[in-house]
Structures are given as C-alpha cells and as structure tokens.
C-alpha cells in the first residue's frame, strides 16, 4: 500500500455549534490560514449554518459539507433534510454514522447505509464514521465491530461510486474526551479497513481510498497520527472550532 497514492482529507465537524454570523467570521480567519494546505479541507457545519459557510469559502480551497443527511428524497420526515436539498446548498460533502447519531438519535447500520446511499445518489461525497465503544475494544472485538458497518454500510456501492466515499475511523471513547487513540492503535484499525476495502472491492481501490482517524485529533497530536502509512488525515471535532488550531492539523497533513 502506498501512502503517496493518497491525498490527505482534514475535514471540521462544527457539531451543534456556531450561528451563521460566527460562521463567517471563522471561514475568514481560517481562508487565508490554510490556503496553502497540500490536503482536501472540508468543513462540516450545522445546516443552518450551510448559506454563511458556502458564501465565505467561495474561492477558497475550503469545501462544505453537512453533519448528517436524511435517507428519503422527500416527504413527511419532520425536521429531516434531504441529500438533495443539501446539494442545492452547495453542500459538497456529508457526514454519515457519526458516533453521536448512533448514540443519540438511534442511528443503526441500516439507517447508516441508508444515508450514505441518498448521499451518493445525490453526488455528494460522504464521511463515513465507523468505530467501537469502550467495552467493544475491552472485549477485544474493535474488528468485529468496524468491519460489520463498514460491510453493511457500503453494501451495494459500486466500486465507481466508493471513490466518493471516505471512512472515518472514530474510536467512540476517543470522541470529545480528550483521550486520543494512540498512533499505533489508530493505524491498526484503519489498516484493517483499507484491508477490507481491498477484499470487497480491489487493491487499486484500497490503495486510493481515504481512511481518517477522528477522536481528540489536535494540534500537538495531530503529526504522529498522520504520519502513520495508513491514516490519511482526520475528522476534527473540538479543534475545528478555532481557526489556528484547525490550520496546524492542515499543516501537519500537508507534509
Ligand atoms: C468528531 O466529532 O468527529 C470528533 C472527532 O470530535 P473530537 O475531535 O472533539 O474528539
């Protein structure tokens, strides 16, 4: 596998932060902070927050993507947002099982493939995060666990259609706890992926496909981590939401 076949992708999860007014005022003190990044930026903001984000990063090498995306074209789901719609925003990319939708808002496996389904047949680049609970890891079935909703998640996609679709391993105990997984444990897991992706799909595929860590991803850690053969950059939680500690992720995986 080689690491040079990849181009890192950091991407920000705004989770429930941020008003539009705010949201401009970070995409500008980070445009000019990252504007010389040798990775993909994406951005993940809250949907009200989608108009602001997509008129600051306007000729900017920053894209925009949604935290979460509904599975239906349209219809009667009360405070859902479509694939669609989302497009229509000049949204690029899209966030789909995140921990905290799994923990919750009762995502499961299934509604998870179902996102990530209405995501790529709307155009949409998708993020798709996977990882174990504490008791998963402790009980020694990390694997396990990430290779089913890796399998169930992508069942169905095409080969053409996965190079729209990056996995974001999310260790869930890492998630906004400060406690990151070590660059060992991190590259074990998403080497494991990238093995899966070889059995499912081909070895041309798995040595393109993007694999990122997330989990307490920031500005001192963020170099061991990326540096590892089989981590191609990271979802960012905390450490999105101020613009130098963002843009020294983006330089660590620009190297
Ligand atoms: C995330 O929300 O995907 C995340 C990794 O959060 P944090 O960096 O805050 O742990």
Known sequence: MNKSLRK???AGNWKMNKTPAETTALINEMKPLVADADCDVVLCVPYVDIFAAVEAA???????GAENCHWAASGAFTGEVSAEMLKACGVEYVITGHSERR??????DVTVHDRTRAALDNGLNVILCVG??????????????????????????????LGKVIIAYEPVWAIGTG?????????????AIRDLIC??????????FVVQYGGSMNAKNADELVDKEDVDGGLIGGAS???PDFA????????
């Open 8 to 10: 890192a992708v950091i």
């Open 58 to 64: 306007k000729g900017s090498n920053i894209k925009i």
């Open 103 to 108: 923990t919750y808002f009762g995502d499961t």
């Open 132 to 161: 174990e609970y504490l008791e998963q890891r402790e009980q020694n079935i990390t694997m396990e666990v990430v290779r089913s909703q890796v399998k169930i998640a992508l069942a169905g996609v095409s080969e053409e259609e």
């Open 179 to 191: 406690k990151t997984a070590t660059a060992d444990q991190a590259e074990e897991v998403c080497k």
């Open 199 to 208: 059995e499912l799909y081909s070895k041309e595929a798995a040595d393109k």
């Open 241 to 243: 939401l101020k613009a």
């Open 248 to 255: 020294a992720i983006v330089k660590a995986a620009s190297k």
